[in-house]
């Protein structure tokens, strides 16, 4: 298992630099000069010059691509070209928000989705069968922003039991912090509970019918133990694969969640940086994305590993 493991992060490292090269030349061949844009519309020629002189700008592109990768290599993500704060530093204030929603929005969509998914394919073919179908094409046809308006007007409006809006660290206290969290939790796990129970239930209903499943049953174990030893066990790898994507994408991708509930996130971080053109901010942005997406499929691997011992070889 350690040498899969190893393997895999050894393969991972190609991917990342692939990952950086195309950031670079993505961003520095894009029309628009940053220069540009840190000296206004007033700027003179000489000013222009002075600023892509101190961005290195005017040098080569292998040299500009050699002194980033160096930076980066020593932890160094460049600074703002509209805040003119650390990059580093501005990831570390926004990164609290999304990874708290992030997580916390998974683990209820796991608590709540793999019950109905294996539920759904025990009575397959039933009425509670129908009903978590139902409610997974209800939560694949609603967009998130629709649901926490929603939420916010039930909740937070009419029966004022929670703020509207805003983000408590978890360091202010667990209330204030769950009181903030609740509503974009139950918004964006909305559409991962319907991902994740449909994905459930059918890896579930493909191993149901298999000879180990039935020899269980035959020995007299009851449906509980067949249904959480046997089955369960054996269909969480699809199941598994899911919730580790689920993440990754919930990462960098809450964007919508975080301007509906006026959460100051990595997500409207990037989406501001994209708008400002704000070169340093994107590129890190996009390498922390690559990098989380990286860093989970490592970790579905190891959960591989554990599941089905044959995914060694």
């Known amino acids: 298992m350690l040498g899969y493991l190893v393997r895999r992060i050894f393969a991972a490292v190609p991917v990342m630099g692939v990952v950086a090269l195309f950031v670079f030349l993505l961003l520095r061949l894009t029309p628009g000069d940053p220069a540009a844009i840190l000296a206004g519309d007033n700027a003179t020629p000489e000013r222009l010059e002075r600023i892509r002189t101190s961005l290195g700008l005017n040098e080569p592109l292998i040299v500009q691509f050699i002194t980033w990768v160096n930076k980066l290599l020593h932890g160094d993500l460049g600074t703002s070209l509209i805040s003119n704060l650390p990059v580093m530093k501005m990831i570390g204030q926004r990164v609290e928000p999304s990874i ?15 019950p109905l998914g294996v539920i759904a394919a025990w009575k397959h073919g039933t009425w ?3 009903f978590v179908m ?9 967009p998130v922003f629709v649901v926490g308006y929603i939420l916010i007007e039930i909740f937070a ?20 912090f769950f009181e903030r969290i609740i509503l974009p939790t139950c918004a964006l796990s909305f559409i991962y509970i319907a991902l994740i ?20 049953r035959a020995k007299g174990i009851s449906e509980v133990a067949v249904m959480m030893r046997h089955a369960l066990r054996n269909a969480a790898v699809p199941v598994i694969t899911v919730i580790g994507t689920g993440f990754a994408l919930l990462i960098s991708g809450v964007v919508v969640t975080e301007s509906v509930f006026n959460i100051p996130g990595i997500g409207r971080l990037t989406v501001d940086a994209v708008l400002a053109r704000d070169y340093p901010v ?17 970790l579905i691997d190891v959960a591989y590993t554990l599941l089905d011992p044959r995914i060694r070889y």
């Open 128 to 130: 509670i069968d129908r």
């Open 100 to 114: 708290s929603i992030a997580l916390s929005t998974i683990i209820l969509a796991v608590v709540v989705a793999v």
């Open 134 to 142: 139902g409610l997974s094409v209800l939560g694949f046809s609603v």
């Open 282 to 298: 994107i590129q890190a942005m996009i390498l922390l994305t690559s990098l989380i997406y990286v860093v989970v499929n490592l």
């Open 197 to 216: 129970a449909r994905m459930t239930r059918a890896a579930m209903l493909d191993v149901l019918g298999e000879d180990y499943v039935r020899t269980a």
């Open 157 to 176: 409006i009419d029966l004022r039991w929670v703020p509207v809006q805003g983000f408590k660290s978890i360091s202010a206290g667990f209330g204030p």
